[in-house]
């Protein structure tokens, strides 16, 4: 069954995200609607919330058991967002760090996000031994909206 995810941008402010595009990837459809909406964050700010959202996150340990927490596959995808928005690539190591779970776990993540087609695995020219991991178009699209509605969560939209 593929499952539907709107979102309505506002197409100015939204960088990377075509409105009235309706797209499928692993199962998924994401459609963007080019409904307007000024409150809308701009897309540093989406990197900031971005980055907040993985320090809260990694502050929950410092209150509750470690154990209770794991989700390696979204700390994956939040670090290649970030990394993505600056202009970096991630290594498969580098990513299997940025996880926080063992090696093992993560290298196990990063196949399924490959096979869901939310990443994408590249060769780095200057050395056959390392292996860069970038994010495919629909997932920083599908990122970009879940952002994008949680900052409306959190900030409301200007009168």
Known sequence: MTSMKTFRPSHSRVD???????????????????EENRGSPAPEELVVLARRIS???????KYLAGELFGEPGWEMLLALYEADA?????????LCYSSKAPDT????????????????RSKNPLDA?????????????????????????IYGTPS
């Open 16 to 34: 990377g995200v075509q409105t009235g595009v309706t797209s499928s990837h692993g199962g998924m459809t994401f459609r963007v609607d080019a």
């Open 55 to 61: 320090v809260a996150r990694n502050r929950r340990k």
């Open 86 to 94: 600056a202009g970096h690539r991630r290594t498969v190591s580098n």
């Open 105 to 120: 776990t993560a290298l196990r993540w990063l196949d399924k996000l490959s096979e869901l087609n939310l990443v994408r």
């Open 129 to 153: 031994r390392m292996v860069f991991i970038e994010l495919e178009p629909c997932a920083r699209t599908a990122i970009q909206s879940y952002l994008c509605e949680l900052w409306v969560d």
